[in-house]
């Protein structure tokens, strides 16, 4: 074969085309190619010093942000300040030997904000996104350990079992602590007997937040001597809380109270807004709630979720990719029967959302109330099509009321 008709096996180019042309025993590879191998086996390799699986996705906070947009309504503030943290948090992870040595701490995340707001939501979202595994616990099970009760090791359980028991894969996971609000002290005096579900969980969370290697019964349950142990690294695990914090109003308008004691009119034109005091929350009212300063100090993100008014309900029933009213549509379609909504039923439903002030979940209970029985009936007749409107809405949930109350008397 002459030099004129040799090429690149891999790009095909010929061999005047490139700079270096090297023959292997039937093949041969240009010099563009070999860079690119080089980079793909480097960028391989780095992964594996960090540990992170290929299969994650890490976007920019614009990114993040815009996804979770499609996802979850109104809290821009708080969409801003997470996919900050988590994008800080996961790019840490991907730090491979940097020559100044600095080491940058990881930054868990506590959000405040009323039942039914969108913590939860936004949490899995995240983990969603990233193709993590997320596990969701629930604060209020914990006690200390030696107590009956769930030991705070539990929540790391269940993200090893939402990895399928990939320990790699697990410690670079999402764990979300739902109600912790509800371990907070009982009062402001520190405790001298066991706080067993209070402050003792507290205090036993602290070395999970801050990051250590922690014996993990794979399967759950009480630890025993004589049980088999996963030793789990927290210290890649972004720990994500949540809580209502109901009555943390009261601290934060005593904060602000004594804060204007004392001053001119100079700070007349600051305007406090009474109907939404969560958005002026500090890492000091969390403290006066009864959280103690080091579990604070290991959540250094604070954010809060803004109450939904009106609009945001009936944003959140109509527009998100996974909207409660498409749930709906799906279901029936399922079924052959096209469902749909006008929009007096949709305002009906989204004022009793309000007056039941449950967030987002009273909107699926009002649906589920409202669609019940046509979900019972409408399946295997010959019915192809149902539109609600607000007769059809209001008449369901007088039905609903009405039983309710028959069954009480």
Sequence with gaps: ?????????????????????????????????????????????????????????????????????????????????????????????????????????????????????????????????????????????MTEAGYVGEDVESMLT?????????KEKAEYGIVFVDEIDKIARKSDNPSITRDVSGEGVQQALLKLLEGSVVNVPPKGGRKHPDQKFVEVNTEKILFIAGGAFDGIERHITKRLNMA????????????????????????????????IPEIIGRLPVVTYMNPLDEESLRAILTDPKNAIIKQYKKLFEMDGIELNFDNSALDLIVKKAVEYNLGARGLRSLCEEILTDAMFSLPGSNQTSLLIDKSYAQNALNRTMFKKLKAVS
Excluded at 158 to 166: V, W
């Design 260 to 291: 204007s004691i004392g001053y001119k009119s100079s700070n007349d034109e600051i305007k406090i807004d009474d109907g939404n005091l969560i958005q002026y929350l500090i890492p000091r009212d969390l403290k006066n709630f009864g959280l």
């Design 1 to 141: 074969m002459s030099d004129e008709s040799l090429q690149c096996s891999f790009c095909g180019k010929q061999k005047a085309d490139t700079n270096l042309l090297i023959a292997g025993l039937d093949a041969h590879i240009c010099e563009i190619c070999i860079e690119q191998a080089h980079g793909i086996i480097s960028e391989e390799s780095n992964l594996e010093k960090t540990g992170i699986s290929s299969d994650m996705i890490l976007k920019k906070p614009k990114e993040i942000k815009k996804f979770l947009d499609s996802h979850v309504i109104g809290q821009d503030q708080t969409k801003k300040v997470i996919s900050v943290a988590v994008y800080n948090h996961y790019k840490r992870l991907l730090q491979v030997n940097d020559k100044d040595d600095i080491e940058i701490q990881k930054s868990n995340i506590i959000m405040v904000g009323e039942t039914g707001t969108g913590k939860t939501l936004i949490a899995k979202t995240i983990a969603k996104m990233l193709n993590v595994p997320i596990a969701i616990v629930d604060a209020t099970v």
């Design 158 to 166: 269940r993200l090893l079992q939402a990895a399928d028991y990939d």
